[in-house]
């Protein structure tokens, strides 16, 4: 089935630390993938995009066709950054529009 | 400027009491979504408007309903809510669903408590 898997459910770094949240996918050809942030107690919302090969907050994501990844990295992590990040496909008629699993990621001080 | 809203954002009801959730936006965007949240698990898609065009997903029960009456506002109706359906209710906009581009924008979703 085509979808978006997160494989680790809770990802806790040091403050400075390099951080990578992962995100596999099974579609084919090279899918236009997001990165949705969830942080307490705000709705759900765009980090970033594929298409727009942007860093927002340090936060990059390339995807890699290769290992069918798109893995969310930033290289020194913050304390605001701890939040629920989630992976997903676009709102288009081809894909499966379902979230992947999420991954909380808590950044120590 | 709130672009999507939400009412109540809590609701509590009684198991079998049909209840109807609000979703309001001023984006003037085709698409509007529904989705499900339950604690400590990803939003799960129940259905979306494209305009007119009601699209649900199969997986969702017949229980819940969805109306849009005009572009700016869509409805969930959960006819017999049970237990179970007590999560986080989520509505997202999106400018189309034909585009690769097309972000997603949430509302702050509708906390239901079913007793």
């Known amino acids: 089935a085509q979808r978006v898997t997160q494989p680790e459910k809770l990802l806790s770094v040091f403050k400075g630390a390099p951080v990578e949240l992962k995100c596999n996918y099974s579609y084919s050809g090279s899918p236009e993938l997001f990165w949705y942030v969830q942080y307490s107690r705000q709705r759900l919302q765009l980090l970033l995009r594929h298409i727009s090969r942007e860093s927002i907050k340090g936060f990059t994501a390339d995807l890699n066709k290769g290992e069918t990844s798109f893995h969310l990295k930033k290289p020194f992590a913050q304390e605001e950054d701890s939040a629920m990040y989630y992976c997903a496909p676009p709102p288009s008629g081809t894909y499966k529009y379902i979230f992947g699993t999420g991954t909380r990621l808590k950044v120590l001080a | ?115």
């Not at chain 2, 898609?45 to 700016?72: G, M």
């Open chain 2, 1 to 115: 400027d709130a672009m999507v809203i939400q009412n109540p954002r809590y609701q509590v009801t009684q198991f079998g009491k049909p209840v109807t959730l609000s979703c309001s936006q001023t984006l003037n965007h085709n698409v509007m979504y529904w989705y499900q949240q339950k604690s400590s698990q990803a939003p799960k898609l129940l259905f979306h408007y494209y305009d007119k065009d009601f699209n649900n997903e199969a997986d969702t029960p017949d229980n819940f309903q969805s109306r849009r009456p005009n572009t700016s506002f869509c409805f969930l109706d959960i006819r017999s809510p049970g237990l179970g359906d007590t999560a986080m209710y989520l509505c997202a906009t999106s400018r189309s669903a034909a585009g690769i581009q097309e972000t997603q924008y949430f509302g702050p979703g509708t906390r239901l408590l079913v007793l």
